[in-house]
């Protein structure tokens, strides 16, 4: 059923994506060349895991080798014609194709699937904004891709929910063995040992004789009296304290033991890895290159300190969090936190805020054309600097009010608080 939902994904999807690139043409059909051969190489490996048990370190390297030079290939030939007109599709692709290392992630990878079609959101927008005018093809285009990584995304949740599973029986030394037969019959029970030696155990005799008693049979039975029935001795109401309560506390023990982890402080190729982090005011990320991003997770009362231009920072379930950094390609997401900061010294094209309580975004001169994108959230505060150095707090709108119009549509107006 794995290798099955990985083929619907490359005859469904992924081969819209393949057909627009062609109409599309030039650096975007060579591209999508790749892209289709490292989906072959993922499918390839998938079938070896179905067939195979897992096999050693050093052999999946060598297994997972055809995927790898693929996706290095898509990325490198980006980098080698960043003059083509077309390079924000190049760009799409290649910051987002490092979602097939799903097979790499455990023990939740679905979840960076998800991370790497994001990922590459700041150039799928770019194509819409420049296209969606002009030519179709290059909005379906987007929308075929985009639906790729999420189909996949869809295929890891289902199917390896916790990584990559190997099916197979036969240790894996080139050549994939053929799949197991059929399991061996299930044990005989014996059943010489019950109720008690030999053939008295099974003795039917007794029990039919049980049977045809007929009416006498509950003669046998104890009667009930008035001291023992609940409706006429209220004393035996009064039984064991309900289990909820219970069932309560054992589920709070779990989700605080889920939440207390170690904090980690990791850079994994181009992704820098803040989580758990409590009470940390020093954290620092330098020497970070442009193509870098910056994902912190459920961090408390730290501040982290950004050096040099990357790509994109990351804020999800934070509380009391605060970050500080140079300047960003393409934007600054805060998801599901509480009680967040950040301010920015240089240039930021986007602020994106998601179902989150309490957010001061403090911008600098060269950053006052950004655009802040905002869902499901409250307590927003832009702060924008002013001459003598000090800032102007603007709230961003929380409350709108929709009327239908005279031609059936709809018209939202900011409704202000006005205390």
Known sequence: MSVLGFTDIVNGPLAQYLDFSIKIGGDVAEHSKLVRDAFNAQLQ?????????????????????????????????????????????????????????????????????????????????????????????HVDWVKAWIQTLSDLQTFVKQHHTTGLVWAGAAVVKGVPPPPPGCPPPPPVI????????????????????EINKGQDITKGLKKVTDDMQTHKNPTLRQGPAPFKPTIQKSVASVKSTQIDKPPSFVRDGKK????????????????AEMNNVVYLFKCQNSTVTVKGKINSITLDS?????????????????????????????????????????????????????????????????????????????????QFKTKITDKKTLSTEIVENKG
């Open 190 to 209: 014996d059943f010489s040992d019950v109720g008690g030696a030999g053939d008295a155990g099974l003795d039917r005799s007794a029990l039919f004789a």
């Open 45 to 137: 490996y998938i079938q070896l895991a179905r067939d195979s048990a897992q096999p050693r370190q050093n052999e999946i390297i060598n297994f997972l080798k055809p995927t790898s030079d693929k996706i290095s290939a898509i990325q490198d030939y980006r980098e080698k014609h960043r003059s083509s007109p077309l390079f924000n599709h190049l760009s799409a692709i290649s910051e987002s194709i490092p979602a097939l290392g799903w097979v790499t992630v455990s023990p939740a990878p679905a979840p960076y699937v998800k991370e790497m079609n994001d990922a590459g959101q700041f150039y799928t927008n770019r194509v819409l904004k420049e296209w969606k005018e002009k030519d179709k093809k």
């Open 272 to 287: 820098w890895l803040i989580e758990y982090q409590k009470g940390n005011q020093n954290l620092l990320v330098e020497n």
């Open 318 to 398: 934070c509380k009391k969090t605060s970050v500080v950094f140079d300047s960003l390609v393409s934007a600054i997401e805060f998801i599901n936190c509480q009680s967040v900061q950040m301010q920015v010294l240089g240039k930021v094209p986007t602020i994106s805020i998601d179902k989150t309580d309490g957010c001061q975004v403090y911008l600098s001169n060269d950053s006052l054309d950004v655009e802040i994108i905002s869902s499901k959230s409250s307590e927003m505060n832009v702060l924008i600097p002013k001459s003598d150095g000090d800032y102007t707090e603007i709230p961003v709108p929380e």
